[in-house]
């Protein structure tokens, strides 16, 4: 990296022994950091979103909410450094990502650019998006969404959740139909239904935090699930895991003109 770059920039480890980690109600433990465009009651309010029920799988993270972090490869070096700027400019935003995890003394932490997302309905979703994966990865899937989501794929219902999720699932059934049934390849099945879960569960907590059009979450690379069956996956993740205190959970329906 340019010698200009390296300019007020921090090692995201120092940065987390500098910045005073809070816990909102829910138990999450989270960070602000240098020019991050944040005001205290929107990012509490975001964090606050979580509900008690996923928090609680949470203990060992710690996110950081920083105006940028970067990724840095230094010669000699067997891993990636994360550097964190305290604010943002054109040439750190050119070389920024969306998040880095760290590994620190204490905790496992996760550095969100906030000034790369742009807007609060991307910061949020970012925010969840790995708080969905980290789910999983701690928790793993409850076998009664496995079950739903199973059935829309073997149902071929329109569209997914995201890229992962619909290209897991195309794979998990493009075996041999010639018997009058799939033959299923388990592990892009198990894929697939890790991915469906941590979008659901992202999407669930957009849903309370922010007032949002699903058609947002549109991408070219796949065609978005079909309303009714993400209702469904949504309305089983709010019965599993209820929304705190203060939010609340709605599905409302567009007319067609």
Same mark, same amino acid.
Not at 39 to 59: G, H
């Given at each position: 990296?340019?010698?200009?770059?390296?300019?007020?920039?921090?090692?995201?480890?120092?940065?987390?022994?500098?910045?005073?980690?809070?816990?909102?109600?829910?138990?999450?433990?989270?960070?602000?950091? +240098?020019?991050?465009?944040?005001?205290?009651?929107?990012?509490?309010?975001?964090?606050?979103?979580?509900?008690?029920?996923?928090?609680?799988?949470?203990?060992?993270?710690?996110?950081?909410?920083?105006?940028?972090?970067?990724?840095?490869?230094?010669?000699?070096?067997?891993?990636?450094?994360?550097?964190?700027?305290?604010?943002?400019?054109?040439?750190? +935003?050119?070389?920024? @990502?969306?998040?880095?995890?760290?590994?620190?003394?204490?905790?496992? +932490?996760?550095? #969100?650019?906030?000034?790369?997302?742009?807007?609060?309905?991307?910061?949020?979703?970012?925010?969840?998006?790995?708080?969905?994966?980290?789910?999983?990865? @701690?928790?793993?899937?409850?076998?009664?969404?496995?079950?739903?989501?199973?059935?829309?794929?073997?149902?071929?219902?329109?569209?997914?959740?995201?890229?992962?999720?619909?290209?897991?699932?195309?794979?998990?059934?493009?075996?041999?139909?010639?018997?009058?049934?799939?033959?299923?390849?388990?592990?892009?099945?198990?894929?697939?239904?890790?991915?469906?879960?941590?979008?659901?569960?992202? #999407?669930?907590?957009?849903s309370l935090a922010i007032d949002f059009d699903y058609t947002e979450l549109r991408e070219r690379e796949y065609p978005l699930l079909a309303p009714q069956p993400l209702a469904d996956r949504l309305k089983l993740i709010a019965k599993l895991f209820p929304p705190n205190p203060g939010y609340e959970f709605a599905i409302k329906y567009r007319r067609r003109a």
């Amino acid at each position: 990296m340019a010698e200009g770059v390296q300019n007020g920039l921090m090692k995201a480890a120092q940065v987390a022994q500098e910045t005073v980690v809070r816990r909102a109600p829910n138990g999450v433990a989270y960070a602000a950091f +240098g020019d991050n465009s944040l005001s205290d009651n929107d990012l509490e309010r975001m964090v606050q979103a979580v509900p008690t029920a996923i928090a609680a799988a949470l203990s060992r993270k710690a996110y950081y909410f920083v105006p940028l972090a970067i990724t840095e490869r230094r010669a000699g070096e067997s891993s990636d450094a994360t550097l964190v700027a305290a604010a943002y400019t054109t040439e750190l +935003g050119d070389q920024a @990502i969306c998040h880095r995890n760290v590994a620190l003394d204490n905790a496992d +932490g996760v550095f #969100i650019s906030t000034r790369l997302l742009g807007d609060r309905f991307a910061l949020a979703f970012e925010f969840f998006i790995n708080v969905g994966h980290a789910f999983v990865d @701690i928790a793993g899937v409850p076998e009664i969404f496995e079950q739903l989501a199973w059935s829309h794929a073997l149902s071929d219902v329109r569209g997914e959740t995201s890229h992962d999720a619909w290209e897991a699932r195309q794979q998990s059934l493009a075996g041999d139909r010639s018997q009058g049934k799939p033959i299923v390849d388990e592990r892009a099945k198990t894929n697939f239904i890790s991915s469906a879960f941590s979008d659901a569960v992202a #999407i669930y907590l957009l849903s309370l935090a922010i007032d949002f059009d699903y058609t947002e979450l549109r991408e070219r690379e796949y065609p978005l699930l079909a309303p009714q069956p993400l209702a469904d996956r949504l309305k089983l993740i709010a019965k599993l895991f209820p929304p705190n205190p203060g939010y609340e959970f709605a599905i409302k329906y567009r007319r067609r003109a």
